[in-house]
């Protein structure tokens, strides 16, 4: 079976940063497609970045170009996303997903996801 884990989150100043972490367990990354997902409560969830699990093109969300990075390490199966510059309205739960095809920041079109971590900003 396919699982996703996600570790990382945790309470910080605005102007803080975060790295989560997200190990991937029951599939090859080979033309997948995984992301980072968002949401706040009493909002959609909202896609914040992906990148090929073949080939490393990275996607982001205009909210977060130039203070988030995703990045993958291979070898040991974890998808990162370091978050710099974090403020109050970065505060959600944060989930790693994955799909089978193009990337995309539609939620609705994965298909593996994992329980969340907890990122709370402050002002």
């Known amino acids: 079976q396919v699982q996703l884990m996600e570790s990382g989150g945790g309470s910080v100043q605005a102007g803080g940063s975060l790295r989560l972490s997200c190990v991937d367990s029951?599939?090859?990354?080979?033309?997948?497609?995984m992301g980072w997902f968002r949401q706040a409560p009493g909002k959609e969830r909202e896609g914040v970045a992906t990148i090929y699990t073949g080939g490393g093109s990275t996607y982001y969300a205009d909210s977060v170009k130039g203070r988030f990075t995703i990045s993958r390490d291979n070898a040991k199966n974890v998808l990162y996303l370091q978050m710099n510059s974090l403020k109050p309205e970065d505060s959600a739960m944060y989930y790693c997903a994955a799909r089978y095809g193009v990337c995309t920041l539609a939620s609705n079109l994965y298909s593996y996801w994992g329980q969340g971590t907890q990122v709370t900003v402050s002002s």
């Open positions: 029951g599939f090859s990354y080979s033309r997948y497609c």
